[in-house]
């Protein structure tokens, strides 16, 4: 097994956001008077909070008009209409098989780290290679992406093409413990998907708001998280809100505005 640990930096995370996201909309708006006290600023505030707010709604709860409806199914990896995810200070594996690509490697080592720098400390996630091309079942804190063949896909997701996964959660189904995810051999860990789930994320409609690789499903592959996905992390995850949390507690929080 190699464990390649990576250290996380809110300090980081917020100038990635900044110039990303903040300052090329902010630029956008610069001709429209962005930074005019007087101007439109207020009203950009507001479409930005909106958005935030039905992002967040989307993603955690699988609610509002920018939750997947797609066969009736919003995409959260349990029933609990309350935040899943795993406890704060869980410091969580995610194993590779040792015949990953390097570049499919290179990948999600890259999509954990925006992830931890998310956190910002409230929960860890390590990248282990496994000496092994079939990895053990997940135990506690351990979420596995497995390749497949066609058949394993089939029996394992009923997929012909896409990933799944397995996640397992504490008797008061909002409590994460561990997960397994698949994806066909052929194509590689094609993105990271299935690791949103994995921390509990629901799907977001992409033909509504195509941000992210929440709002993969329906054929679409949006192959990383996106700024939009990351700071919604970050927000919700840096609350102080404990799992299990319901929407009226987010509201009451101040997370949906
Ligand atoms: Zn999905």
């Given at each position: 097994?190699?464990k390649?640990?990576?250290?996380?930096?809110?300090?980081?995370?917020i100038s990635?956001?900044?110039?990303?996201?903040?300052?090329?909309?902010?630029?956008?708006?610069?001709?429209?008077?962005?930074?005019d006290?007087?101007?439109p600023?207020?009203?950009v505030?507001?479409?930005?909070?909106?958005?935030?707010?039905?992002?967040?709604?989307?993603?955690?709860?699988?609610?509002g008009?920018?939750?997947?409806?797609?066969?009736?199914?919003?995409?959260?990896?349990s029933s609990?209409?309350?935040?899943?995810a795993?406890?704060?200070?869980?410091?969580?594996?995610v194993?590779?098989?040792a015949?990953?690509s390097?570049?499919?490697?290179?990948?999600?080592?890259e999509e954990?780290n925006?992830l931890?720098v998310?956190?910002?400390?409230?929960m860890?996630?390590?990248v282990?290679?496994?000496?092994?091309?079939?990895?053990p079942?997940?135990?506690?804190?351990?979420?596995?992406?497995?390749l497949?063949n066609?058949?394993?896909?089939?029996?394992?997701?009923s997929?012909?093409?896409?990933?799944?996964?397995?996640?397992k959660?504490?008797g008061?189904?909002?409590?994460?413990?561990?997960g397994?995810?698949?994806y066909?051999?052929?194509l590689?860990?094609?993105?990271?998907?299935?690791?949103?789930?994995?921390?509990?994320?629901?799907?977001?409609?992409?033909e509504?708001f195509?941000?992210?690789?929440?709002?993969?499903?329906g054929?679409?592959?949006?192959?990383?998280?996106?700024?939009s996905?990351l700071d919604a992390?970050n927000?919700?995850?840096?609350?102080?809100?404990?799992v299990g949390?319901t929407?009226q507690?987010?509201?009451?929080?101040?997370?949906l505005?």
């Amino acid at each position: 097994m190699r464990k390649i640990i990576i250290k996380a930096s809110p300090l980081k995370f917020i100038s990635l956001i900044k110039s990303s996201f903040i300052y090329p909309f902010c630029s956008l708006f610069l001709l429209l008077g962005c930074l005019d006290s007087g101007g439109p600023s207020g009203h950009v505030d507001t479409i930005s909070l909106e958005t935030k707010s039905n992002h967040i709604k989307a993603l955690f709860f699988g609610t509002g008009p920018y939750a997947s409806v797609l066969s009736g199914d919003n995409g959260c990896p349990s029933s609990s209409s309350r935040w899943q995810a795993f406890p704060a200070g869980s410091a969580v594996e995610v194993i590779i098989p040792a015949n990953v690509s390097s570049e499919d490697e290179v990948f999600v080592l890259e999509e954990v780290n925006k992830l931890n720098v998310a956190f910002a400390g409230y929960m860890t996630i390590n990248v282990v290679v496994s000496s092994h091309t079939k990895i053990p079942k997940a135990t506690t804190n351990q979420l596995t992406i497995n390749l497949l063949n066609t058949a394993e896909m089939k029996k394992i997701c009923s997929s012909s093409g896409g990933g799944c996964i397995k996640t397992k959660f504490k008797g008061n189904n909002y409590e994460l413990i561990k997960g397994d995810s698949y994806y066909p051999i052929n194509l590689g860990i094609f993105d990271i998907h299935e690791i949103g789930h994995g921390i509990g994320l629901c799907h977001v409609d992409s033909e509504v708001f195509p941000e992210g690789t929440m709002a993969s499903s329906g054929g679409v592959d949006i192959r990383s998280f996106s700024d939009s996905e990351l700071d919604a992390i970050n927000t919700v995850f840096t609350s102080g809100l404990v799992v299990g949390a319901t929407e009226q507690d987010f509201w009451d929080a101040g997370l949906l505005p």
